[in-house]
């Protein structure tokens, strides 16, 4: 067990050295603004990041003087006395560096020391990060108690800082401004929640889902009434190169190595893999994702709480059937749009793409898993009518959906559009049917009525009126021609009669005559006599 720790050790020290550089595009940082307003030849505005613990002044200010201690520079023991609490009039802001311990330690060290806010300065050349609570058990005694704002600044702007101090000519003076942080400055509040779906990382996992179940009802209250909006975030490694084929690589990751979570009971032969999570944490990505742009972004909060219920690895149940039971039993999707279960069903190797449209009572969807899911082959049009067109009239009902077409939308007879609407088509305005001289044309939804003048018959296919009545002459020369027709069909049959009795006859007469003497051959073959002598 302990070299398989030393091993997670080293393979996280990798994974952060590697992802130098390119960790601003991978996460999400939350930035505030640091001003200087003294001394003038430093007087500038310059980015920090965000801390996950103290409570951040959003939508404030606050204007202090900046101290660098002369010793305990990285604040990992504690201060003597408060000996930032008095020596200026306005509020202290103390600068520490990065190293050595817990970033949360360094401001609760400072907080207890009397500063009113933290800046750790960065000891590597590298783009702004969250610093984050410590897992370790330890660290809940004081995190909880952290009431102060504490902000990260790259290396240049604290060695910046520190020389400005240094010279001890004049104070230097920042102000710290969250009013950039918020999103937007409207009537609704935008948050951002950071979580994760292993269930199996002790103390804190616990705290985090109690926090969820407790706030659910809260969260869906606020979003539902529009006044706030939140987007949930994942943490993610990745694997450097160099170890993509080793057995923790591939026990860890997924995507050739691109998401990676620690093991749950960092062991690699037994319980869950690290890859179990990642698969986890994007379904519930995609979970939000969908139910956002579907205008419920609310049932995020059932699906993730009702998995941690129902799911949890402690009952063997962490896995992606459990999942979609959740979403069938819940109905929290009709098309619920799912994460592929192996690697090998990825089909993109973009960040992200793995979402995938599922197969719904035996009917195949087809999209980008993401925004769009449409069904298609037979059985598609029992399912929302495909996605199409329909509207029913006067108990007549016209669809744009047709099983026999495997994909699309097409407007049925006597309307117009793209199948996804339709308008009626007005054959009489149009001159696309009944155009003829004698027509009285009548719209209808969905088709046409068509009437001839006067005592006329409409022929629908040859788009013509004809007469229902006919003259007397009309009658007799139609008698006249049925008589000659039937008269000619008459002497046609008998003469057919007589020909086939004639051919009959003589077809007969000749099979007879190869079995008797008929009278015309009497001359030619005469019987023997009984009284004939030699």
């Not at 999570?277 to 609310?298: D, F, K, M, S, Y």
Request: net charge negative.
């Amino acid at each position: 067990m302990a070299s398989l720790r030393r091993w997670l050790a080293l393979f996280a020290v990798l994974a952060a050295a590697a992802s130098t550089g390119s960790v601003s595009g991978r996460f999400v940082v939350e930035k505030n603004g640091v001003r200087v307003i003294r001394p003038e030849h430093i007087r500038g505005r310059h980015d920090a990041a965000i801390a996950n613990f103290g409570v951040p002044h959003y939508g404030g200010t606050l204007l202090g003087v900046v101290m660098y201690p002369d010793k305990n520079t990285t604040a990992c023991d504690a201060f003597d006395g408060t000996p930032f609490k008095f020596r200026s009039r306005r509020p202290v802001i103390l600068l520490v560096d990065r190293g050595d311990c817990y970033f949360a330690l360094k401001a609760w060290n400072a907080q207890q020391a009397g500063a009113a806010a933290v800046l750790v300065a960065d000891n590597t050349d590298e783009p702004l990060l969250t610093m984050d609570n410590p897992e370790e058990s330890q660290a809940s005694d004081y995190v909880d108690k952290i009431s102060i704002p504490s902000a990260f600044i790259n290396r240049e702007f604290g060695e910046t800082l520190k020389k400005a101090l240094a010279k001890g000519t004049d104070q230097v003076v920042v102000k710290l401004d969250w009013r950039e942080s918020m999103p937007h400055p409207d009537e609704r509040v935008e948050y951002e929640f950071w979580t994760n779906s292993n269930d199996e990382c002790g103390p804190r996992c616990d705290e985090q889902m109690s926090f969820v179940k407790n706030f659910r009802g809260h969260a869906q209250l606020l979003e539902k009434g529009g006044f706030t909006q939140f987007t949930p975030h994942y943490i993610t490694w990745y694997c450097p190169e160099a170890f993509l084929l080793s057995k923790q690589c591939k026990a860890q990751c997924i995507n050739r190595g691109r998401y990676c979570a620690p093991d749950p009971e960092q062991d690699f032969d037994a319980g869950y893999d690290g890859k179990d999570v990642v698969i986890e944490n994007l379904r519930q990505l995609c979970v939000h994702r969908v139910a956002n742009e579907t205008g419920r972004p609310w049932v995020w909060w059932d699906f993730v709480t009702d998995y941690h219920v129902r799911c949890s690895m402690k009952d063997k149940k962490y896995s992606r059937d459990c999942a979609q039971d959740i979403s069938r039993q819940t109905n929290a999707f009709d098309q619920m749009v799912v994460v592929g279960k192996t690697q090998s069903q990825i089909s993109q190797p973009a960040r992200g793409r793995l979402c995938v449209c599922p197969v719904v009572n035996n009917v195949q969807y087809q999209g980008d898993g993401y925004t769009s899911c449409e069904a298609v082959g037979p059985g598609r049009c029992a399912i929302d009518n495909g996605g199409c067109w329909s509207e029913t009239r006067d108990g007549q009902t016209f669809s744009a959906c047709s099983d026999s077409v495997l994909t699309g939308c097409r407007c049925p007879a006597g309307f117009h559009g793209d199948g996804y609407q339709c308008e009626d088509t007005d054959e009489c305005k149009e001159k696309l049917a009944c155009s003829c001289p004698e027509c009285s044309c009548k719209n209808t939804w969905g088709g046409y009525d068509c009437k001839c003048k006067g005592n006329q018959l409409y022929i629908k296919g040859e788009d013509t009126c004809i007469a229902k009545n006919m003259s007397r002459f009309g009658w007799i020369l139609t008698l006249l021609v049925l008589s000659c027709v039937a008269g000619a069909g008459i002497a046609g049959y008998l003469f057919y009669k007589y020909r086939l009795r004639s051919y009959m006859d003589s077809e007969i007469m000749a099979i007879m005559s190869q079995y008797m003497p008929l009278d015309n051959h009497n001359n030619e073959i005469q019987p023997l006599r009984q009284d004939s002598t030699a």
